[in-house]
Nanobody, 120 residues
Framework: QVQLQESGPGLVKPSQTLSLTCTVS??????????YTWIRRSPGKGLEWIGH???????YYSPSLKSRTSISRDTSNNQFTLQLSSVTPEDTAVYYC????????????WGQGTQVTVSS
């Protein structure tokens, strides 16, 4: 059974960089053909796709967030990380890590989500 777990600070100051880590257990992030993805949900915007890192390490970001987003991975610890720079209160959201298969195209496993608040 694959499990994903987000971790990181719950409070970030405006203009700083938000950094979250997703730890994956039950399967290697380099195995198979999966996109390891960050998605967020906020009251004002609903669900918003942020970006992903693929099984080969390739990344793709939402055009609206691309200039501030970086997703990387640590294969030795089976983790992938989101960094979102120059945050504002509009980046306040519940952040989820999830996995989507290339073939099936569904998000099959999700983390429980972590609340991040941007406030001074």
């Amino acid at each position: 059974q694959v499990q994903l777990q987000e971790s990181g600070p719950g409070l970030v100051k405006p203009s700083q960089t938000l950094s979250l880590t997703c730890t994956v257990s039950g399967g290697s992030i380099t195995a198979g053909t999966y996109y390891y993805t960050w998605i967020r949900r906020s009251p004002g915007k609903g669900l918003e796709w942020i970006g992903h890192i693929g099984w080969q390490g390739n990344t793709y970001y939402s055009p609206s967030l691309k200039s501030r987003t970086s997703i990387s991975r640590d294969t030795s610890n089976n983790q992938f990380t989101l960094q979102l720079s120059s945050v504002t209160p509009e980046d306040t959201a519940v952040y989820y890590c999830t996995r989507r298969g290339l073939v099936v195209g569904l998000y099959d496993y999700w983390g429980q989500g972590t609340q991040v608040t941007v406030s001074s």
